[in-house]
């Protein structure tokens, strides 16, 4: 070969990156990933459809099925004093 | 399905809440901290308990009643019917009715006593409640978290601002579109398919449950209502009757 690299080298790292994209695939299901909302239920990983239907409703397997949402989001008796509480803080102590 | 033996209700909220909460008087009652979680765990699983034996429950009534098909006399005739595999979606909404929640709990306890944890997916939505139903969906959380059940507790604002302008049925139809969002998701996401999606409005006795799962499998309905009614003197009286 003209650069001094061989069709067995090229071959060789093919099968590295396709070997590495099937590792990370199967390893990382799509509920790990951290931009997706976590309260919503998640599609199917790699390693969900060879564990079968069995555990599809299995909470301990995967953390979104038990989810909370809405709590906290809405004005209390507190919600002023916490703020200012946390405003004085970063004026005071963390304002670079 | 809903029955008139209701008058207990705030005892037993005050019961439930003394459940889980007298651990020791002077630690905290939630679980915030590595420190203190055994503890707190202690005194869930407790309250789990008292869930599942239903003492002193308006839920405590139910193996007690008369019922029209015997659904209390036969033990054994839903054994068919849990030993199939199927899924079941259990939907509550509430709407400021934190004394029907506690049993409403019960109830789910006792169904994935029967059925297993991984059978059953419990969707609350607390519906721009005023009282203390935030507080007892923590509680709610907390046990169903314990017993490993998937669930979704939601809380929304109202639909309109003001409730005297409320349009009723658009308000109902809102919240149970709402409450059915993780049954739509499962699905779409994963495939999963339940069986029956069980409504609980008002309070319902476990085996009731089942024995209206049984008639809407035996009559291939795709929806079945609980009837309200009650036992005189050994006849049944049924409030939802129409008159001619």
């Known amino acids: ?96 | 399905m809903e029955w008139t033996i209701t008058g207990s209700a705030s005892r037993n909220l005050s019961k439930f809440c003394f459940y889980v909460t007298s651990s020791d008087e002077l630690t905290l009652h939630s679980i915030v901290g590595s420190d203190t979680a055994q503890m707190d765990t202690q005194s869930v699983i407790s309250s789990i308990e008292t869930l599942l034996s239903l003492h002193g429950w308006v839920a405590a009534d139910c193996p007690t009643l008369v019922r029209p098909f015997g659904q209390n006399s036969h033990e054994d005739a839903f054994d068919d019917l849990l030993s199939k595999n199927h899924l079941y979606f259990v939907g509550i909404v509430i709407h400021s009715a934190d004394h029907f929640l506690v049993d409403q709990l019960a109830v789910i306890v006792q169904l994935a006593k029967r059925f297993g944890p991984s059978r059953l997916f419990v969707s609350m939505l607390d519906y721009d409640s005023s009282d203390s139903t935030a507080t007892l969906t923590d509680l709610s959380e907390a046990v169903l978290i314990l017993l490993g059940v998937p669930y979704r507790i939601r809380r929304v604002p109202g639909m309109t601002a003001d409730p005297a302008a409320a349009y009723y049925p658009a308000e109902e139809a809102y919240m149970r579109n709402l409450a059915l969002e993780p049954l739509n998701e499962l699905y779409e996401r994963r495939r999963i398919k339940f069986h029956r999606v069980i409504w609980l409005k008002g309070f319902t006795c476990p085996n009731d449950i089942l024995e209206t799962i049984k008639v809407s499998e035996a009559n291939d309905a795709a929806m079945v209502c609980g009837m309200d009614w009650a036992e005189h003197n050994g006849f049944f009286i049924f409030s939802d009757r129409c008159e001619p």
Request: charged share 30%; aromatic share 8%; glycine share 6%.
């Open chain 1, 1 to 96: 070969m003209a650069y001094g690299f061989r069709r067995r080298n090229l071959t060789r790292i093919f099968i590295l990156i396709s070997a590495a994209i099937l590792i990370r695939l199967a390893t990382s299901s799509k509920s790990s990933s951290s931009r997706t909302k976590t309260h919503e239920i998640q599609g199917h990983g790699v390693l969900d459809f060879v564990h079968g239907s069995e555990h599809a409703l299995d909470a301990r397997r995967h953390a979104f099925l038990q989810s909370r949402v809405g709590r906290d989001e809405r004005e209390d008796l507190m919600s002023d004093i916490v703020r200012n509480g946390v405003d004085d803080y970063w004026e005071r102590f963390q304002k670079p």
